[in-house]
């Protein structure tokens, strides 16, 4: 990034620019550290030698704040010593303009790494879980435990979906689905691995409840399936909530799948979801961390509605 960086500014001229700030600086801001640190009186000052050794102190200081892995790396790039302080202030630089995006940059890729190996985490050693979530800031395991009863007691409706994991004595099941659900139902039982759905029903045993809150209020939020598939002859568990964005809980059910998410690993996807006029099916998936990240800067239903277009518009 940094050499990529200085090839911009270089390349529109700005470079020359930016150096004279940096050495403007540090003559005038690092000139008395540099007196106090030699123990020198202002006549016998050399001003190059001034300079490098500024230079050299601001590197450090850089260095500490890119956490010792990107400064001096970028250093062994220069294969030839006299070119030393150059490189040092191409650091120093990158650090004064550029310090938001790589800070960006690194949040996101380790958000995507994260995702990507979540699965693998569940199965590895405490140690490495909990170096994990010391790292990622998350706890493991849930303070809830659902436990699905057999058999189950539902009112029979008048849509059947295949693969139900609970079924009459006929094989089948029937349930009340509106339009949405059949066609988020359809997306899902086309995906590869998919194995089987659980309608979840509202106040049950059975049932999976999760509490969102309004206000200081809590309030019982049951998501209406829950997706089992299978990848690599592993099981794994995903919670969908097909809702109406015109309503006023959508807000509340995001946060609520997002504190949910936190505590429960076991879950691959968390998803609130929309189907628009055309019957595109739009996802947020509160297991993505960068999603998660991005909800941060949500606190109006507008703004909820952006995040939707802008991870599927």
């Known amino acids: 990034m940094i050499q990529d960086y200085i090839a911009e500014l270089q390349e529109k001229g700005q470079y020359e620019e930016e150096v004279k700030k940096v050495v403007t600086f540090l003559m005038n801001g690092g000139r008395l550290a540099y007196l106090k640190d030699k123990q020198m009186e202002d006549s016998v000052v050399v001003s190059v030698n001034r300079l490098e050794y500024d230079i050299q102190k601001e590197f450090e200081v850089v260095d500490k704040n ?75 395991g849930s303070d809830t435990t659902w436990k699905l009863y057999e058999p189950i007691y539902v009112t029979k409706g008048k849509v059947n979906k295949p693969k139900h994991l609970f079924v009459d004595d006929k094989g089948k099941a029937y349930f009340d689905l509106n339009d949405w659900e059949k066609l988020v139902l359809d997306e899902e039982i086309a995906r590869p691995g998919f194995k089987c759905w659980i309608r979840n029903p509202k106040g049950r045993p059975e049932s999976l409840c999760i509490r969102r809150k309004e206000g200081s209020i809590e309030i019982p939020f049951y998501p209406d399936f829950v997706i089992v598939t299978e990848t690599n002859g592993k099981l794994s568990l995903s919670i969908l909530e097909p809702h109406d ?67 599927n518009g």
């Open 245 to 311: 964005p015109s309503r006023d809980d959508n807000l509340s059910k995001a946060r609520a799948l997002i504190e949910y998410g936190r505590k429960e690993n076991r879950v691959k996807r968390l998803e609130l979801i929309r189907v628009t006029d055309d019957n595109s099916i739009w996802r947020l998936d509160f297991k993505n961390s960068n999603v998660i990240e991005d909800m941060k800067m949500v606190d109006s239903s507008l703004k909820l509605n952006n995040l939707f277009k802008e991870y």
């Open 66 to 140: 890119m956490a010792e892995e990107i400064a001096y790396p970028y250093l062994q790039t220069c294969e030839n010593s006299d070119d030393l302080p150059e490189y040092q202030k191409h650091v120093i630089i990158f650090a004064d303009n550029r310090m938001d995006e790589l800070e960006k940059f690194a949040k996101r890729t380790f958000n995507t790494l994260k995702d990507t190996y979540r699965d693998e985490l569940t199965n590895k050693n405490l140690q490495v879980r909990k170096k994990f979530h010391d790292i990622a800031r998350e706890t493991d």
